[in-house]
């Protein structure tokens, strides 16, 4: 299984950005994805998440501002980014959980920086 996110970069303050993370792997049955994100000197930490049934579950400082969502049939979750702000700089991270033939498994994508700068 492999994970393959795009879409981070460079924005202003108050800017927009849309990340992508697809998912590959025969025999994978997605049962979650999320989004995580992990700035210098700090904790990897959950942004959003999804789940196969489309709930979704957001950090309180992303709230209002990101919105995550999957496409099931191109196993594809993306994360739209609004408003954004300087502290939501960070390395982002897409994650997938889900049942890999007989066992639950859980795997990462390679990183997307996200830069928020004037």
């Known amino acids: 299984v492999q994970l393959q996110a795009s879409g981070g970069g460079l924005v202003q303050p108050g800017g927009s950005l849309r990340l992508s993370c697809a998912v590959s792997?025969?025999?994978?049955?997605?049962?979650?994805l999320g989004w995580y994100r992990q700035a210098p000197g700090n904790q990897r930490a959950l942004v959003a998440a999804?789940?196969?049934?489309?709930?979704?579950n957001y950090a309180d400082s992303v709230k209002g501002r990101f919105t995550i969502s999957r496409d099931n049939a191109k196993n594809t979750v993306y994360l739209q980014m609004n408003s954004l702000k300087p502290e939501d700089t960070a390395v982002y991270y897409c994650?997938?959980?889900?049942?890999?033939?007989?066992?639950?498994?859980?795997?990462w994508g390679q990183g997307t920086l996200v830069t928020v700068s004037s």
């Open positions: 792997g025969s025999g994978f049955s997605i049962n979650y």
């Open positions: 999804i789940t196969s049934g489309g709930r979704t």
């Open positions: 994650n997938a959980y889900g049942l890999d033939g007989s066992s639950w498994s859980d795997y």
